[in-house]
């Protein structure tokens, strides 16, 4: 009796061992099942996304098509004809001195004075150094120019004037002694 206790008990125990292997077993299959389904979401999440990425990369060339090839000019660059603006702004700055001189001589002569023979010669400039480095870009200097301009401006008038008045004394100086 005493044997078929043991191999009862020994039955037993291995009966809920199998049990508890089953138990584990099916928790194992279950847990299985749950990453076997969130593995084939993922896999149509995936899908998913790549068609909308086929889709928008169709988009994308459409897109680069329609606009034609990458357009250059976007990129700020100086333009061709800026050295030749460069050497237009020496030149205008040039005549700007030249005018100025001019200005000096002509006035000198109607006030009754000998001119400055090195205006009158050309010989020394009025124009200040460094002319031709001047950034035309910069608006400090369009600035300065601008009011160099101005005075210009004002002192052609005040010659024009003068030499009017100038004149109309020599034209009444005439008229007395004719």
Same mark, same amino acid.
């Given at each position: 009796?005493?044997?078929?206790?043991?191999?009862? @008990?020994?039955?037993?125990?291995?009966?809920?061992? &199998?049990?508890?292997?089953?138990? =584990?077993?099916?928790?194992?299959?279950?847990?299985?099942?749950?990453?076997?389904?969130?593995?084939?979401?993922?896999?149509?999440? &995936?899908?998913?996304?790549?068609?909308?990425?086929?889709?928008?990369?169709?988009?994308?060339?459409?897109?680069?098509? =329609?606009?034609? %090839?990458?357009?250059?000019?976007?990129? %700020?660059?100086?333009?061709?004809?800026? %050295?030749?603006?460069?050497?237009?702004?020496?030149?205008? @700055?040039?005549?700007?001195?030249?005018?100025?001189?001019?200005?000096?001589?002509?006035?000198?002569? @109607? +006030?009754?004075?000998?001119?400055?023979?090195?205006?009158?010669?050309?010989?020394? =400039?009025?124009?200040?150094?460094? &002319?031709?480095?001047?950034?035309? +870009?910069?608006?400090?200097?369009?600035?300065?120019?601008?009011?160099? &301009?101005?005075?210009?401006?004002?002192?052609?008038?005040?010659?024009?004037?003068?030499?009017?008045?100038?004149?109309?004394?020599?034209?009444?100086?005439?008229?007395?002694? +004719?």
């Amino acid at each position: 009796e005493r044997s078929c206790c043991v191999c009862c @008990a020994s039955a037993q125990r291995l009966e809920e061992q &199998v049990a508890q292997e089953e138990g =584990s077993s099916q928790a194992l299959r279950e847990e299985l099942r749950g990453k076997e389904t969130g593995l084939q979401q993922l896999r149509t999440a &995936v899908k998913e996304l790549s068609a909308q990425n086929q889709e928008l990369m169709e988009q994308n060339l459409t897109l680069q098509e =329609s606009l034609g %090839p990458p357009d250059r000019s976007t990129v %700020p660059r100086p333009p061709r004809s800026a %050295p030749l603006t460069q050497r237009l702004h020496g030149e205008m @700055a040039a005549c700007l001195c030249d005018l100025r001189s001019l200005c000096n001589i002509l006035s000198q002569r @109607a +006030q009754g004075r000998d001119p400055n023979l090195s205006l009158l010669l050309g010989i020394t =400039s009025t124009q200040p150094p460094g &002319v031709d480095r001047d950034d035309w +870009q910069s608006p400090e200097v369009l600035s300065r120019k601008l009011s160099e &301009v101005r005075q210009l401006r004002r002192d052609v008038e005040e010659l024009r004037t003068a030499i009017s008045d100038r004149y109309a004394q020599d034209m009444g100086d005439n008229c007395i002694t +004719q």
